[in-house]
Each structure stands twice: as C-alpha cells, then as structure tokens.
C-alpha cells in the first residue's frame, strides 16, 4: 500500500563520489521531510558505496540498493522504481541538486493542479559548482505533442503521482528518461511547469548529453523507431526540439 505522502527519490549513481554527497545533502536539507531517497549503485568502481553508507547511517531515510552488474541508468531507475514505497516518485541525478524547498514547492504545485507529472525551473553549473547558469524558465503546460519538439523537462526536476501515472518504467534507450515522459503524456496526461528555480543540473564533462551529435541521432531514433512517427512529422519535432535546445544551452 502506497504511502500518500512519502516521495521516493530515485538515485542512479555509477562512480559518482565527487558529487554524491553533495546530492544527500540537498536532500536532508529540503523542508519537506516525508521523503525516501533510493540511491541504486551500478556497480561503481570508486568509493561511492562507502560513502553512501556513511549518510544511511546518519539518516535511515536513505537507503542503499546494488545492480548486480553494471547496466546503466535505465535499469538503475527501474530498480528505484520496484522499491519506492511513496505516491510520489522524484529523478534526482547524482550529480544534479535540489535546493532546499524544491520537494515542498513542488508536492504543493502538483496537490493544486491535480497533476500527475510536473517539472520546474532550474539552473545549470560547471563541474566544480564555481559558476551558476542563467535561469531556465519552463512553460505552463505540456502534451505529447508539445513535448516531442521541447527540452523543457529535465529530469531531475520531475515529480509524478503514482495514482495518476500508472505506469511508470524505463526502456533500455540512450534517453531514458525522455522516452518515460513521453509515455506519460501519449497516455493522455498532461505535465505541468513549476517556473521557479529549485535545481542545479550539473555539467560533466562525460555525461551523455555533451555528445551533441549523438544525442540530435538519439532524438531522432526516438522519433522514428520507437514513437513511429512520419517523416514529416518527424523533422517538425526535431526542428522545434533543436531550436529550443540552441537557446536553452546557448549559455551555461
């Protein structure tokens, strides 16, 4: 049986020792406190087990999870998800952080609006944190339709009711998490824009969406083999997904 006001925090975290606590800390300080925050290891050959153990220890809140091998960040939330014992499930990157109102804000918004999925502002920052972007505002509302052709939902911002969202599981693709939402809202669902800034969404070097060129062919391959669009209807999505992409991250 559901806890009606918990929020499971779902965690992904491969080698992620240099940001890690960084992400706990954002959690323990927000100031709704019925939270679990699920941190699934994949594997990770740094010491990022240990010092999550540490914070399981301070906080019982926090709880430790292990892939039995390396599988990546959609199998990874996946396991968060058969875990969660919340209504309300939240992304949290482990990389990325909240600040310190974003789960009170956000579990307010969604109440409100009888939402079933809503997302926020933010801001992004370098590696080290030494220097904040410009803030990314996000519209009212998306539909399917909407969101084929916007990057407004970032991950780690996103939280969903599971009353309303029945279904709620990754596919094993480049965007993961795109694909989710997507599924989401084909559904028939709408999500609804939080425009206050309540995360940091943290550059790494590495990260999957540094790959420009990969991700616009990822993009596209959703589009195309897993939504079944048309040609037509395809290159009208991408075109407003890109332009839409060049002025969110034509700056830091």
């Known amino acids: 049986m559901l806890n009606s006001n918990l929020v499971s925090i779902i965690v992904p975290a491969y080698c992620a020792s240099n940001h890690i606590e960084e992400t706990i800390k954002s959690v323990i300080s927000q100031t709704y406190c019925d939270w679990e925050m699920i941190i699934i ?8 087990c240990k010092l999550v153990e540490y914070w399981c220890e301070k906080d019982t809140r926090i709880k430790l999870y292990h892939m039995p091998v390396n599988s ?3 199998a990874t939330r996946n396991m968060g ?10 992304f949290l990157d482990s990389d990325d952080y909240w600040l310190p109102q974003k789960l009170e804000k956000s579990i307010e918004f969604a109440v409100k609006n009888n939402a079933a999925i809503i997302f926020t502002g933010f801001r992004r920052t370098n590696a080290d944190g ?5 803030y990314i505002p996000v519209p009212d509302t998306l539909n399917y339709q909407d969101f084929l052709g916007n990057t407004a939902i970032a991950t780690s911002t996103v939280l969903i009711d599971k009353i309303k969202c029945k279904r709620i599981t990754m596919q094993s693709v480049y965007y993961d998490d795109f694909v989710c939402f997507l599924e989401i809202l084909k559904s028939g669902l709408t999500a609804y824009g939080l425009d206050k800034d309540l995360m940091r969404y943290r550059i790494m070097s ?3 969406s540094r790959n420009k060129f990969r991700s616009a062919l990822e993009v596209w391959k959703v589009y195309r083999d897993i939504e079944k669009l048309s ?7 991408f075109l407003n997904y890109a332009i839409r992409a060049l002025i969110k991250y034509r700056k830091l």
């Not at 290891?41 to 990022?48: F, L, P, Q, W």
């Not at 969660?84 to 939240?90: L, M, S």
């Not at 040609?231 to 009208?236: D, T, V, Y």
Request: a negative charge.
């Open 72 to 74: 990546g960040p959609a």
């Open 41 to 48: 290891d994949d594997c990770s050959s740094d010491n990022t």
């Open 231 to 237: 040609l037509s209807r395809s290159i009208w999505s």
């Open 81 to 90: 998800l058969e875990n969660a014992n919340g209504r309300w499930i939240a």
């Open 206 to 208: 590495g990260s999957i």
């Open 130 to 134: 030494s220097k904040i972007g410009q």
